[in-house]
């Protein structure tokens, strides 16, 4: 078989200007048709791309803020709770001191009751008494008690210890005055010897006695602002201190019939 070369080379030169003419009008638009088509699906797929790492990046966001918000809520929620209980422990403490002060006011007025009730019934009962054994002391006065009186009155002066005859002294002046106030008319001999023991303290001092009503069956020594007295009426005015104070009894009452004031 032999091979038309013309036929041959002219099938050629076709083939190859048919391609020529498929690679300038047909595969070159179709490859830039592809080209442009894969780059706009690879802008689509990077927008698309961008959109999701912005959507996920707000849903991240979203997510946090959800978390914010919760987390805020339970800190509103647990500080709530804690301030609604220091309310609650508050307004019981105040409403407990409210009920222990209320409490105690009412035991301090009941006792305040209690108390004035007492006193009354103690004064009311003591001045009775008081009124009683005045009028017991004063019918029963006769020259034995005065004598025994004088004696125990000489005997105190006698027996004054180093502080009490310094604060007599110091209340004697001399242009005091001393008066000696009996509830009986003292003898003279029992005069002398009451200024003898009062000299014992003070020299040169005159005596000036009086009778009074005051004090009962007892007798008084007065120097300006001070006085040295032994009565019954001690015993009876420290009775009835005690009686109006509420007190009950009059135990070392006794101890106190004797005694070295200062009314300053």
Not at 44 to 50: G, I, P, Q
Not at 110 to 129: A, M, P, T
Not at 179 to 188: C, G, K, L, T
């Amino acid at each position: 078989m032999q091979i038309d070369w013309f036929t041959f080379i002219a099938e050629l030169i076709n083939f190859l200007v048919l391609m020529m003419l498929l690679k300038r009008f047909l595969y070159g638009p179709i490859i830039k048709a592809m080209d442009r088509r894969e780059q706009k699906i690879a802008a689509s797929l990077l927008e698309a791309t961008e959109k999701t790492q912005a959507a996920q990046k707000e849903a991240d966001l979203y997510r946090q803020k959800q978390q914010e918000l919760k987390d805020q809520r339970e800190a509103m929620s647990t500080q709530a709770k804690a301030e609604v209980e220091k309310m609650r422990l508050d307004l019981m403490k105040a409403a407990r001191a409210e009920v222990d002060a209320t409490q105690a006011k009412w035991y301090t007025d009941l006792k305040q009751e209690k108390d004035s009730f007492v006193r009354s019934l103690h004064q009311e009962v003591g001045q009775q008494i008081l009124t009683t054994l005045r009028r017991v002391l004063v019918d029963l006065a006769n020259a034995d008690l005065e004598h025994s009186i004088i004696e125990v009155f000489i005997d105190r002066i006698q027996k004054l210890d180093a502080d009490q005859r310094e604060l007599f002294c110091r209340s004697f002046t001399q242009s005091s005055e001393v008066v000696v106030y009996s509830a009986f008319d003292i003898p003279e001999a029992a005069r002398q010897r009451i200024d003898k023991a009062v000299g014992q303290i003070v020299n040169d001092i005159n005596l000036r006695f009086e009778t009074a009503s005051e004090p009962i069956c007892g007798i008084e020594l007065k120097v300006d602002s001070y006085k040295l007295s032994w009565s019954l009426e001690s015993y009876l005015a420290t009775l009835e201190e005690s009686l109006g104070a509420g007190e009950q009894g009059s135990r070392g009452a006794g101890e106190k019939m004797f005694s070295l004031k200062s009314t300053i």
